[in-house]
């Protein structure tokens, strides 16, 4: 059970939430099935904000297949979004398939937006989790193994500062504490990878690589997503050296396009 929102602003939350989810789908939509299972609200709960979205314009629902989707009017507000995150999405699904298919887990792109990482696409090998992030999540950074990775990214004083401003949210993250996390970010700024023991779920471990501009500044990352037993000491120097390697390739794309792919609001500031 979600725990109540103590600045009072739960309903305003959970519509932006799915306004997120349907700017990520674009113009094919998704059906109120699929936004209750990726947002784990009832579907009372998202049908009556669905109908609060659509009286106000900002949603439509396509009366043959009944799958909702962003308007006009708001998809000209988060145009700029949408496109932000198909550039990611098709930049990097070649890596993305390709590190599913060596390693055979959940593989996870994951985009920096402001203090928060953002699921942009997702793919499975052979060893597919049943619980895993829906393209749309949204973390604070610093929970799961891609946010660390974010954050190890930036310098120890930027990170300390964003942890900080984020402690409120992070306490609904009962396994992911300010000290954890800050152990956590130091680790991986010496190792060069972030690992996630049990942070989200005790079934589920994570490994993730910063993604990054060419001026250095982390954008994302790629992360994998793996049922406990499948990463231990013996599997885990594998799972880096290829996360790095397609890393690395998501890297040289992002030179050769020559453009920054920074969230749009980051770009602002």
Not at 155 to 172: F, I, K, V, W, Y
Request: hydrophobic share 40%.
């Amino acid at each position: 059970m979600r725990k109540r929102d103590p600045s009072g602003c739960q309903s305003l939350n959970r519509g932006l939430d799915i306004l997120r989810r349907l700017a990520i789908e674009g113009r094919s939509g998704m059906r109120l099935i699929d936004l209750q299972r990726n947002t784990n609200l009832t579907r009372p709960t998202v049908h009556r904000i669905l109908g609060a979205l659509t009286r106000q314009g900002l949603v439509e629902q396509e009366f043959e297949t009944r799958r909702y989707r962003m308007s006009v009017e708001t998809g000209l507000i988060s145009s700029e979004y949408g496109l932000w995150a198909q550039r990611m999405r098709k930049l990097c699904r070649e890596q993305l398939e390709n590190t599913a298919a060596e390693l055979g887990d959940t593989i996870l792109l994951l985009a920096r937006a402001g203090s928060t990482t953002v699921c942009v696409d997702r793919t499975s090998g052979t060893n597919p989790l049943a619980l895993t992030v829906d393209i749309g999540t949204s973390r604070p950074l610093g929970v799961g193994a891609g946010g660390i990775a974010v954050l190890a990214a930036l310098s120890d004083e930027e990170s300390t500062a964003m942890l900080q401003s984020l402690r409120p949210r992070l306490a609904h993250y009962p396994n992911a504490s300010l000290r954890s996390l800050t152990i956590a970010v130091r680790k991986a700024r010496a190792n060069a990878y972030a690992f996630s023991d049990a942070f989200i779920s005790s079934s589920v471990r994570g490994v993730a690589v910063p993604i990054l501009n060419p001026d250095g500044g982390p954008i994302g990352a790629l992360c994998v997503a793996a049922v406990y037993e499948r990463v231990n000491n013996k599997t885990l120097r594998a799972i880096v050296k290829v996360l790095t390697q397609q890393r690395d390739k998501i890297s040289q794309l992002i030179t050769k396009e020559g453009t920054s792919l920074s969230y749009p609001a980051a770009r602002e500031t």
